[in-house]
C-alpha cells in the first residue's frame, strides 16, 4: 500500500454502541500494561491493540476507530507515517490521534504535532494523566466516556505479602529501644520488628527472625513522637550493650548518632495491594495523611519473582482512615526505580494465578539499580 493510498473506501459502521480505541505499540509489555490500565480505567470502551502500523491500517480497512493511540518509534511502518496516512484518508482524517514519545526527544514532537497529532504522552506514561486526555479528545467529538475516577495513575492488584515500615532509633535502654514516629500511637497491642539492624549496632548476636514488642510511653516532641518499646525476648547480651550506650557519656552518639548511617528498626506490615505507583499495607500502627516512609519491599518483591539491588523506596501516605485496627493506608512512591515500576506494572498486568514461593527462584531476571 502506498502512502497515498486510502486506508478504507467508505466509512464502516459501528459493529457496537461502545466507543472503539485502537492501540498501536509494538513493545509487548508496554502495551500489555496500557491495554490492562486502561480497560480498567474505562469499563464502556472496547479496545483493540496491534504492534506495528501496518497492522494499525489493516484494522482501520474494517472499522474505523473514534481515537488512536500510537508509539513513534516502530518497526516498518511508524507513527509518523501512520499519522500521514490517517491525515491523508478522507474518511481518518478527523479521527483523533494521540502518539507515545520519550519526553527529551522533542523535535520528534514537533514532526509529529506538524503531522497532525492531536496530542502527546511521555513515556513512562502516568495513566491517571492519560486517561484525562483521552477523555478530553474524545470530548471534541460529543462522545462522552465513562470513566472510573479512582485518582490512581495504574492498575492494582492484591497481593498479601510482608513489608517493612523503617522507623529510626533515637534511643536504648536494657529492656527497651525508642523510636521517632510520626504520629500518636494509642494502641497497647504487641507489635513485631525487625531489630537486625539494632542488634548489629550494638555488637550483639543478629536476631533475624521479628521479635514482639509491647508498647510504652508515647510523647510529643518537635517534628513527631517518640515512642518506647518494651522487648518481650531479650536477644543475647542486649541488656548489658544497651545499658553500656544508656550510661556511658557521648557512647550513644557513636552507635546511634550518624545521620548518614541511622539505625532503623523495621515494624512487621502487610500489603493489600500494589501497583507501580504505590501500595496499600496493613499497619498495626497508624500513620498520618502526607507523612513520609521509608518502606523495604524486599519480601513483597521476593514473593513476586521480581529481584532487585535496592529494595528500600520512600512513600508519602495518601490516604490514612483513623478508625479502623490494624490499620489501611495508601502510599505512593516517590523513588522507586523505573524498572522494578515496570516490573510490577507488568505483573498487575498479567492474568496469571499467584502464588507465594516458598523459595524465591535463583532463575529469576535481576532488577538493576537505575
Known sequence: MGDDARLTTKPMPSKTARPYVLIVDYDPVHSRIALSNLQEKFP????ALVRNGQDAVSMMQSRIPDLTITDLQMPGLNGFALLRKIR??????EVPVMVLGGVRDMESVRLAVSLGADDFIAKPVDFHVLSKRINQLMAKKKLGLSLRENHRAY???EVQLP??????????GADRFTVLMPGEVVNSASSLFNISRLCRALRVPVVNE???????????VKGGY??????????????ESAGRVHDVAGYASQVLGNPRQPVYVGL?????????GGIRIESPWPFPSSAGLRISLRKLLGGLGIRAEDVHVTCIVRHAPKKQ??????????????????ALMNWCASTDSFEIPSEPSSQKPNMKKA
Open 226 to 239: 517518640l515512642v518506647d518499646l518494651l522487648l518481650q525476648k531479650l536477644p543475647q547480651g542486649y541488656p
Open 155 to 157: 492498575k492494582r492488584r
Open 268 to 276: 512487621q506490615c502487610t500489603s493489600l495491594d500494589v501497583s507501580g
Open 325 to 342: 485496627h490494624p490499620f489501611h493506608c495508601g502510599l505512593q512512591f516517590t523513588d522507586l526505580d523505573p524498572e522494578v515500576r515496570e
Open 210 to 220: 521479628p521479635v514482639g514488642c509491647l508498647l510504652g510511653e508515647c510523647r510529643s
Open 163 to 172: 513489608v517493612e515500615v523503617h522507623l529510626m532509633v533515637v534511643a536504648v
Open 88 to 93: 491523508a484518508d478522507e474518511y481518518t482524517r
Open 44 to 47: 464502556d470502551v472496547e479496545f
